[in-house]
Structures are given as structure tokens and as C-alpha cells.
């Protein structure tokens, strides 16, 4: 059975007065400790929301959000960098009318090529012409977290909320001889 931690406020009050006692490089190691495993349980949830948010792969995602490294604990976060997603990645295959790709619908009047530069793609013809052709992408990740952070901002706001305070004492409890 897991036993159960339950902090109020004067639990809270009394850990961070015994806490402010501690020497500077343990608080340094029990902050950057907590921080990061809390950080890696946001970047899990946020990679969830998001891949099923625009329908992928989560590894597609998971490639694409960063935590912030080398800043102070007040400005750490998730970043998601991410340019629109090749149709190709996502597994995109030549079929008889067009390109099929994986959890979407066929795309008509598409196809996969090699071009000169070692780039695959998909691509569609711009007019009735051979050339010009157009690359065809899929979602952005960091397009779906711009135009609706909401949902994101309440992830995190929850996992820092349910999980830091418990995480520091354990941090702490590891890093304090018996």
C-alpha cells in the first residue's frame, strides 16, 4: 500500500524555514532535482494532449517539446519548437489515386517523390503543368499550444501544483544522510 503524503500550509511553512537552514548546494541539488522530474511528468502529459489534439503519433510530438535547460528555477518551463510536420513523416504511402496517410484520409491527386536535394515528400502539382509542384504538411504541434495554450497551461498548473512539494521532500529525503 502507498502511503499517502498530505501537505497544508503549515506543513509547507515549517518544510521551507527548516529548508531556508540547508547549505547552498543542497537546496541548488533538491531544487534542480524536483524541478526536473516534475518538468519530465509535464512534458509526458503535454505531449499526450497535444498528439491527440492533432491526431499523430505522440513520437512526433515528443521530438519536438524541450525543457528549458540552464535557466533559474523561476523561468523553467516546456518549450515546443516545431515547423509543420511532412506528410511524409507521418507515414505517408503512394496509392493509385493519391497519397494515404496514417490515421488520415487519402489525399487525391498527391504523390511521393525523391527529389535532387535527398529530400522525400509529398507533393501536389500546382496547376496542369509538371512544375511547379508543392510540398504538402501535415499539423504543428506548436501552432496547436499558440492558438489554444489554455488546456496546456492548466497541465502544467496542475502538475506543479499536485506534484512539486511532495517531489522536493523526497529529493530532500534522498539527498540527507540517515
Known amino acids: 500500500m502507498k502511503p499517502e503524503i498530505t501537505i497544508d500550509a503549515r506543513d509547507f511553512f515549517n518544510m521551507s524555514k527548516e529548508f531556508r537552514r540547508l547549505p547552498r548546494e543542497i537546496k541548488g541539488k533538491v531544487m534542480n532535482r524536483a524541478y526536473g ?3 519530465s511528468m509535464a512534458k509526458t502529459r503535454v505531449v499526450r494532449l ?3 489534439r492533432i491526431s499523430i503519433a505522440q513520437k512526433h510530438v515528443r521530438e519536438r517539446v524541450h525543457n528549458k535547460a540552464n535557466v ?6 516546456l518549450v515546443v519548437r516545431s515547423d509543420w510536420i511532412s506528410l511524409y513523416a507521418l507515414g505517408a504511402r503512394q496509392g493509385r489515386r493519391g497519397v494515404l496517410v496514417k490515421g488520415r484520409k487519402s489525399i487525391r491527386g498527391t504523390f511521393i517523390a525523391n527529389m535532387s536535394s535527398g529530400n522525400t515528400g509529398v507533393f501536389r502539382r500546382a496547376g496542369a503543368d509538371r512544375l511547379p509542384i508543392n510540398k504538402m504538411f501535415g499539423p504543428n504541434p506548436a501552432n496547436d499550444v499558440a492558438t ?3 488546456p496546456f497551461e492548466d497541465i502544467m498548473a496542475d502538475v506543479a501544483e499536485s506534484h512539486l512539494a511532495p517531489r522536493m521532500l523526497h529529493e530532500l529525503l534522498r539527498i540527507l544522510p540517515d
Open 37 to 39: 522530474r516534475v518538468m
Open 50 to 52: 497535444s498528439a491527440k
Open 72 to 77: 533559474s528555477a523561476a523561468q523553467r518551463g
Open 148 to 150: 489554444s495554450p489554455d
